[in-house]
């Protein structure tokens, strides 16, 4: 089976990193690498990836300052090992064979199925795009992931992964859609299940830098 790396960034949003680790540390799915970028969290964050909790079970970088998402995921998504590339919120919970599934579908770049964190409501999974890369609900074949992108590192690598000038949001939409016009497919698993809680990521004050 193929190596997947899994590439997480966290920015003071510790207790919901620990919690998607622990999601992650369940799975099923046996070779696979847990790749976590820190934007500058700060001290305790620190201690704790450093920690005995942490140790041989993740790969951890340290950022001294808030880089953005886009540029800390590209710094986890090109040192890693795996033939697949897995981007996660910090903020998700995944199912335990969600890899397994992932890897059922032929697609270059593979969207989940995607519930509230409580996993009582279904939110917005695999969105249509418009021709200039807005979400356009679910009018066509075209769909961008959000919150969880599944993808082949060659495919990362040729587009030049995130562009960097997104510090945060719309680098997800931007990176598939460029995926599409080079030629390559974005789809949809909806076997592939994972839970999220949406705005986390504002609510930690991502943009002061």
Known sequence: MPKISVIVVDYN???????????????????????????????NAR???YGEQCAGRIIFFDYI??????????WGGNFAQGEYLFFLNNDTLVKPDIFE????????????????YKGKKELDSALSVDRFGYPAGKTGAMFYPDG????????????GGFD?????????????????LAGYTVGYNRSAIFYHRSFSVSDTCYFRR
């Not at 369940?26 to 969290?41: F, L, M, Q, R």
């Not at 599934?101 to 509230?116: A, K, P, T, W």
Request: proline share 0%.
């Open 47 to 49: 201690s704790f990836y």
């Open 164 to 180: 960097e000038k997104l510090f945060l949001y719309g680098e997800d939409r931007d990176l598939c859609w460029r995926v599409f």
């Open 13 to 43: 949003n510790l207790e919901y990193t620990k919690r998607c680790l622990d999601s992650l540390y369940a799975t099923s799915y046996k070779d696979k690498e847990i790749i976590v970028v820190d934007n500058g969290s700060g001290s």
């Open 65 to 74: 300052i808030n880089v953005g998402l886009a540029r800390a995921q590209n």
């Open 148 to 159: 969880a992108i599944f993808i082949k590192k060659r495919v990362f690598q040729e587009i």
């Open 101 to 116: 599934r992932l890897l059922e579908s032929s697609y270059d770049v593979v969207g989940c199925r995607m519930f509230d």
